[in-house]
């Protein structure tokens, strides 16, 4: 059974920077649309970033330009580039593969000085 499992999380002052990471535990991975989300206590679940198969991506508008997701499917990997990290975007993230209707354990950021 295909496993996800996010990495990267941290504590983080305001305009910095962490790089989270979704690895996979088989390659049918690299077929699936792949899509990180977010949740901040007290708040709905929320779509920050997705990639296709195809290499195709999409952001929410509060991350565009601050966020970069990206995959290496040799290495069943997803990644997601937060740049310029405000307090607001501090909440559980987490990964899910759309073919595989299944979400990583998810990944705490903090952004606070």
């Known amino acids: 059974q295909l496993q996800l499992v996010e990495s990267g999380g941290g504590l983080v002052q305001p305009g910095g920077s962490l790089t989270l990471s979704c690895a996979a535990s088989?390659?049918?991975?690299?077929?699936?649309?792949i899509t990180w989300h977010r949740q901040a206590p007290g708040n709905q679940r929320e779509l920050v970033a997705a990639?296709?198969?195809?290499?195709?991506?999409n952001y929410a508008d509060s991350v565009k330009g601050r966020f970069t997701i990206s995959r290496d499917n040799a290495k069943n990997t997803v990644y997601l580039q937060m740049n310029s990290l405000k307090p607001e975007d501090t909440a559980v993230y987490y990964c899910?593969?759309?073919?595989?209707?299944?979400w990583g354990q998810g990944t705490q950021v903090t952004v606070s000085s």
């Open positions: 990639i296709a198969r195809t290499g195709a991506i």
């Open positions: 088989r390659s049918s991975f690299g077929i699936s649309t």
């Open positions: 899910y593969s759309v073919l595989d209707g299944l």
